[in-house]
Structures are given as C-alpha cells and as structure tokens.
C-alpha cells in the first residue's frame, strides 16, 4: 500500500467506512453467484451499520 | 538491547528531573520524553510479555475476521489502518479533562499516575478485554461477562455500564455548558456545526455519495469560517441572540439530544462524525508538534498543598480521589466496551493484537500527559482562577485575583482582565468543566508557533470548538446507544422492548435515556459549585468501576484458561482499582465533611431547611429542598457503583475457585478447529 492510499484508508477507517475494494474482493471469491451492492449502497449500509445500531459505541 | 538499555537510562534521567526538581521551572519536554521511554519500553517488555507468556497469543490461530469474514462487519484489515481506527474510537474529551482538573495537585502526582496507571491497568485492559472479544467471534463486555460469570453478573454489567454512560454524557454536556456559556464567539461557532454538517450530510447523501474525504475538507473549511465570522458576530449586535446563561444552554442541549437522536443518521451524525473524528486527530497531532516546538517551561509546582485535600477545583486527598479524576489515560473502563466492539471483528491475526490493544492505549495515554503539561505551563493563578468555583472566588476579577492570591498563588486582577481580552472572551474568571483552561493553553501554544498573539483568540475559539464538536458527537452517538443498551435492559422485564426497530419502544428508550443525563445535566448546572466538582468524580468512579469490572472478568479467563499462575496480571490493577473507587465511592457516602460525602451534605441542608434557614450558596426554601433531594439520588447512585463492583468482585472470585477445582480449562473460546466459513 502506498503511503498515501495507506493515509486515506486509515482516515475512512476512522469513521468507520471500510474498503468496498475488499467488500468486493470478498464477494467475488466466496460469493461469486450474488450480486454485490454497488458503491453507494455499500456506504449507506455501513453507515447505518456504524450509527444506527448498537455498534455507535463511542470513549468519553 | 544496547538501544533498549540507552531508552530506559534516558527515560529514567528524564522521570529523575521531573520528580526531583524543585523550585525552578521544569521544561515541559521532560515529561514527554520520560513518557515517551516509558511507553517504547513497556510495549517492547510487558506487552510482549503478557501475549507471549499470560494470553498465549497465537499468530497461527483464525481470528474472526479470517473465518467469519464477510466484507462488511468481519474484515481481516492492515494493522497501521486498525490501529487509527481503534485509537479514533477510544480518544475523545475524557483524556483532555481529567488531567487537567488533576493539576490542581501540581504536576508530579498526575504524570506518575497516568505512566503507571497505562503501563500497568489501563493498557493492560484493553489489551485483555480484545483478546477474549477476539477468541469469542467479537462479541461484546456484556455477553462476555454472561459467557465466563453467569448470567447475574452479565445483568449487573450490563446495568453498570448504562449507568457509566449516563454520567458521561452529563458530565460532558456540562463540559460544553461551562465552556459556551456567556460566549457569543464560541456558542455562535459550534451553533453553525449543525447547518454545516447538515449540508454535509445532504453532499453525502444525493450529490456525492461516499466522498467522506471530499465532504470533510469542505466541512473544515466551513469550520474555520465560522471560527473566524465568530469573531464578528460576538462584536456586533447580534451578539445578545448567542449569549446564554448556562441554565439556556442546558435546556438547549437536552432539546437537541432528544431530536438529534431522532434523526436519520446520515443527516447530522454520521457527518459531525467526520468532523469531529478529524479535527480531534489534527488538533492532537498539531498539539504535539507545537508542545516540541515551544518547549515550554512548567510554571504549576510540582506539588500543592492541595495533595492534603481542600483544593477548589475537586474536593478530596489525593489518594484515592487523584486516581479516579484521571481515568481515561491512565485506565478507563469505557476501553472495554470500545475493544469489545468493531475491533475485534477486524483484527487479522493475533499477532497484531498488542500493537492495537495495548499500543493504541499507550497513545491516548500520550494524549492525557499533553493535556496535562498543557494545564501545567499556564500562570498556576490563573489556572485557579479559571477552575475555581465562583462560590470560593467570586465573579470580578478583583474578586478572583484576591482569592487566588490568598490561595499561595499569585496574580493580579489585570493579568485577567487582559487574558480574557486576548482571547476574546468576556470573562476567564471561573470558567470550570476543564475546557477552556486547555483551550487557553492551546491558545498559547498554536499561537506560540503560528500567528503570534493577533492569533491567540482565533486559536482559542478553534480549541473550544475541537472539544465541543466532539462533546456532541459523543452526546449524540451515546444516547442512541444507550437507548439500545437501555431497551435491552427493558426487555429482561417486557419482551416488547427488545424490539430494535420498532418506533414507540425506540422513542420511550430515547426519552429516557436523555431525561437521565439531563437530569444529572440540570443538576450540574445549577449546582452553586459548578457541579464539575460533584459530577466528575461521579464519572470517574463509574468509569474505573467499569474498568474493575473487565479486569476481573479477564481474570476469570485467565484461571479458566489454566493460566492462574500468570493472573496477577490483571489481579493487582483490579484490587487497585477496587481499592480507589471503593474508598472513593465510601468517602463519597459517608466523609463528615460536607465538602466530600454526600450524605453528610444532605444532612447538613436538611438540619437547615428543617429549623426554615437557607444556606448560602441557595436562596430558597425551594432550591434548599433541591440541594437535598440531588444529595440523596448522588448518594443513591454512588451506592450503586459500589454495589455493582462488589456483587462483580464476589462473582469473580466464585468464578476463579470453581475453575480452579477443575483439572481442564473451563473457557468457552470458539475452538479453533470450526469450519471456516
């Protein structure tokens, strides 16, 4: 990983958006007959995944 | 090992100059540097030892993101990339406030605290609490605790930690009241943060989906607009509409938890989030670079006299109350919940869990030291004069300065005048909750490196709005999840609540959970001595109690897992703990004085209002009634806490000699021998 895809990818982390390339890579090799979210819907489900639920779990 | 040898003999020079230098001022970089050392090599020594020897860490062995892996919740993720993630969850206000309310000690006794404190307890948590996350698919404190204790003890956890969450966030949104109230520049600043991360939330939503980075510098940018349109507002006449007092702000804040809690996610949270998580990385990374480019003296002694008690910013000795006003930083409980949450589900090996576990603790522990000499290089009069009540030093700045004075420290009323004029604010004279001291201190080292003292005011409102923007975001974030931890409590008594979706149990859960912490909120308000004086070693003994509460389940683990002999690990930082936050929690109760033990407080203004005779700081019959009643529902839940501790520890030690009668392990891992998914 380069120093800057690296930076980025720590960053999204942080808020709590995980690598859709990895969501991708994951789905192609184990789940190869479903259709994958696209991008966006991929970013609304974490989203509502990170806040919505009971994972919003945040230190004082 | 030469290198190693060379590290501990540096670390050890500096920790000598700190402890032992009297009289003169001690440069601030000595303190980082003994830190520093300490952190490399306890990573390098302890943390090693504890996964190699006491957990048994094995690199070897499937974590939950390798079989569970699903490229949603279970994501096997790059080490350096988890650790920001980690570090980002478990660093908010609690390491920048306690700290710098410790300084009322000096200096000497907060930074030993929290070096031993992380080494030892706080990191030492984490750490274990990932791992036994990690080996049971991730799941979470309470389940854990049902998983190895029993269900009671699960219960009891659980109803702990709704309680811990509670206080917290009073006792941050008393933060932000303290800090905005009668401030037009910063009250307008953090106002304009909803607006902003609305149209944020819009951007992300329709125009650019997903362009969380994209979104984030527009976002910035609107922030350090509105720090600087601040400045004009507070000077026009529209300045009025921005100055509350701190009984509106109260209100204020409870109207919008209620609603922002309600809201869709993606419109006000999700995108204050960003804002906040990478404004709180800058600032502590700016604070860093700018703390080594100063340099700056120490002018807080080493030591006050308010090691014997009697201090103004919290009452107390210093054992056990110092160890309970710094939690986060040195050892906080809240760390469990964080390292029992997404963590664990992304871990890729085990051989990356001390850098994440004890590692990411190690760095918020950094964090709390900067807070630390932050509060320490300030003038210590003024540092008492910000923190000090109003009841003990007035409202004028003559007011302020004599009794400061008169405290051993100091200063002359001009010398506050001007400090409030520098950093444009009306007034520094009483301003608790810990905030804005940091902030003045923030103001003076950005300025330092950046801008010079035209800069000071700028600085000064963008470290408020760094604290409170991340103050709402945790308020925010908190009450929902408290409302889930709160309806899976009603759910033990009426199944209907467990319902997650569903919109009158959600709203009852909601209300609830915010009528909670706003109760606690309005009664720190309009507390006479600020209420940062009753709240925050409230929050501190929840938090250690919680902390109290995961050590003793990893040390349960560690007799179940047939590793007794390793099991002073986590044995001694639990006794301590059970030690500071029992006694704490006892003076608390029952000290005679009425500057300490609530009970005693109670009776006091109870014997008073019951011979019609109103004392100072109430005026009324009304408010002495109230002052009563909040004694009693302190009291109630300080006995609470110590409850919760005790039925844990009796657990516990249930726990450890049942599975010590056993010749086998006992624990419930996920063998590691399941198909991979």
């Known amino acids: 990983m380069s120093l800057f895809a690296l930076i980025a990818e720590t960053a999204r982390s942080m808020v709590g958006v995980p690598s859709y390339a990895a969501y991708r890579a994951h789905m192609a090799e184990h789940h190869p007959d479903a259709a994958p979210m696209d991008q966006v819907a991929f970013f609304r489900d974490r989203q509502q995944a990170r806040y919505g639920g009971k994972g919003g779990g945040r230190c004082c | 090992m030469i290198g190693w040898g060379a590290l501990a003999l540096l670390g050890a020079t500096a920790l000598g100059v700190v402890a032992t230098t009297r009289g003169e001022h001690v440069n601030a970089l000595w303190i980082v540097t003994a830190a520093l050392c300490t952190y490399f090599i306890a990573y390098r020594f302890y943390g090693r030892f504890i996964a190699t020897k006491v957990l048994g860490i094995d690199p070897g062995r499937p974590t939950p993101a390798v079989r569970r892996a699903d490229g949603l919740d279970y994501v096997a993720t790059d080490r350096r990339v988890l650790f920001g993630h980690h570090f980002a969850a478990i660093a908010g206000a609690g390491p920048l406030v306690g700290p710098v309310l410790a300084a009322q000690m000096g200096y000497l006794p907060g930074t030993l605290w929290i070096l031993a404190g992380v080494v030892l307890a706080g990191a030492v948590q984490d750490f274990c609490v990932l791992f036994i996350s990690m080996r049971r698919d991730g799941r979470s404190l309470g389940e854990l605790v049902r998983m190895e204790m029993g269900v009671v003890p699960g219960i009891i956890a659980l109803i702990g930690a709704f309680a811990i969450m509670v206080i917290i966030l009073a006792v941050l949104a008393l933060i932000v009241v303290r800090a905005l109230a009668e401030s037009p520049w910063g009250l307008f600043t953090v106002t304009m943060t909803i607006p902003l991360a609305i149209l944020m939330g819009c951007y992300t939503r329709w125009l ?413 019959l009304d408010q002495m009634a109230r002052v009563v009643m909040n004694d009693r529902i302190d009291a109630g839940l300080c006995a609470l806490f110590l409850g919760v501790v005790a039925a844990i520890v009796i657990y516990g030690i249930r726990a450890c000699i049942a599975a010590n009668a056993v010749s086998t392990p006992t624990v419930t891992e996920t063998p590691m021998t399941e198909a991979v998914a």
């Open chain 2, 208 to 620: 650019r989906p997903g362009r969380v980075g994209e979104v984030s510098v527009l976002g910035i940018i609107g922030l350090l607009a509105a720090i600087v349109l601040g400045g004009q507002v507070a000077a026009s006449s529209w300045a009025p509409f921005f100055t509350l007092t701190p009984v509106q702000l109260c209100f204020a804040l409870i109207g919008y938890g209620a609603v922002a809690a309600l809201l869709p996610v993606w419109l006000l949270l999700a995108p204050r989030d960003y804002l906040s998580t990478f404004l709180k990385i800058g600032a502590i990374v700016a604070l860093a670079l700018g703390i080594a480019i100063m340099a700056p003296p120490l002018r807080m002694p080493a030591l006050t006299p308010f090691i014997h008690g009697g201090g103004p910013v919290w009452s107390g000795t210093l054992f056990p109350f110092l160890f309970i006003t710094i939690a986060c930083g040195a050892v906080s409980g809240f760390h469990a919940l964080i390292a029992s949450g997404t963590t664990p589900k992304l871990i890729a090996s085990e051989g990356d869990a001390p850098f994440i576990g004890y590692g990411a603790m190690l760095a918020e522990s950094f964090v709390a030291i900067m807070a630390l000499v932050g509060a320490s290089i300030l003038d210590p009069g003024l540092y008492f004069a910000m923190n000090s009540p109003a009841a003990i030093v007035g409202v004028t700045p003559d007011s302020a300065a004599a009794a400061v004075t008169a405290m051993g420290f100091p200063i002359d009323a001009a010398t506050l005048v001007q400090t409030a004029r520098d950093v444009g604010e009306h007034t520094v004279i009483s301003r608790t909750g810990g905030a804005p001291t940091l902030a003045v201190a923030m103001a003076e080292i950005f300025s330092h490196v950046v801008g010079g003292p035209a800069m000071k005011a700028f600085w000064y409102h963008f470290a408020i709005l760094f604290e409170a923007l991340f103050i709402l975001t945790a308020v925010d974030a908190g009450t929902r999840a408290g409302r889930f931890m709160l309806q899976d409590l009603l759910g033990l008594v009426s199944p209907r609540f467990r319902d997650g979706e569903a919109w009158g149990p959600g709203l009852v859960a909601t209300f609830l959970c915010v009528g909670a912490w706003g109760f606690f909120l309005y009664q720190g308000v309009t507390d006479p001595l600020g209420g940062v004086n009753t709240l925050w070693p409230l929050f501190g003994i929840s938090n250690q109690m919680l902390a109290a509460v995961a050590l003793v389940l990893a040390t349960v683990v560690l007799f179940r897992m047939k590793r007794a002999r390793y099991a002073w690990v986590t044995t001694l930082p639990a006794a301590w703990l059970v030690a500071c936050t029992g006694t704490a929690g006892f003076q608390k109760l029952f000290h005679p004085d009425p500057a300490i033990g609530f009970l005693a407080h109670a009776s006091k203004f109870g014997a008073a209002l019951a011979e019609g005779r109103v004392l100072a700081p109430a005026k009324s």
